[in-house]
């Protein structure tokens, strides 16, 4: 059995009723396997959604980073893939669910520790801010407080994106949002 079957389930299930209603139970019935063969893969039902929660948004990540090949230099590249990971975060159906049904799941993500999805974003980020050193488009700074506060930008972005869009229009919110990282960015 993949482990991507279980995590689809856990999917399906996580948009039906939220992060925390879906049950081991829950997620064998919709894999259509038993309780023993998810048990074999994960040891609870906590390290399924870990795992879920980490493929679903790491792979969004990746997708946008593939943005900005066409960018005329490293500054550039980074402020498309980082308004391309806001959007594919705040568009995405589990990661809606997730903030509109058990906001209070992504608290400790914001005040006590970074997750594995934060901790692949700070890496992506720390790569193109080097690059942008080398070819001189971004400021020099350490690029391990650079990359957090670039991290901490973006995530605040993708987690008010809506609520930011109520009476703002997205994409003149998103341009400001280049505009700004762009002009931190610069040297």
């Known amino acids: 059995m993949a482990d991507d079957v279980l995590l689809d389930a856990a999917r399906a299930c996580v948009l039906a009723v939220g992060v925390r209603r879906t049950t081991l139970a829950e997620i064998a019935r919709t894999a259509r396997v ?12 906590r390290s399924v959604l870990a795992a879920l929660m980490t493929r679903e948004f790491s792979g969004l990540l990746r997708t946008a980073s593939e943005r900005g090949a066409e960018a005329a230099n490293s500054r550039e590249r ?5 308004a391309a990971g806001i959007r594919a975060l705040s568009g995405d159906p589990l990661f809606r669910t997730l903030l509109d049904v058990d906001p209070e799941l992504v608290l400790p993500y914001i005040v ?3 997750g594995a999805t934060q901790q692949f974003a700070e ?7 080097a690059a942008g050193h080398e070819d001189g488009s971004i400021r020099r700074a350490p690029v391990a407080a650079q990359s957090r506060s670039v991290l901490l930008v973006v ?3 993708a987690f008010s994106l809506r609520p930011a869009t109520a009476d703002v229009g997205e994409q003149a919110l998103m341009a400001e949002f280049a505009h700004v990282l762009d002009a931190a960015l610069k040297p």
């Open 34 to 45: 038993s309780r023993m063969t998810v048990y074999r893969r994960f040891p609870d039902v």
């Open 78 to 82: 980074l402020v498309l893939i980082a």
């Open 112 to 114: 006590e520790r970074l």
């Open 123 to 129: 890496k992506v980020l720390h790569q193109l801010l």
């Open 155 to 157: 995530q605040s972005f």
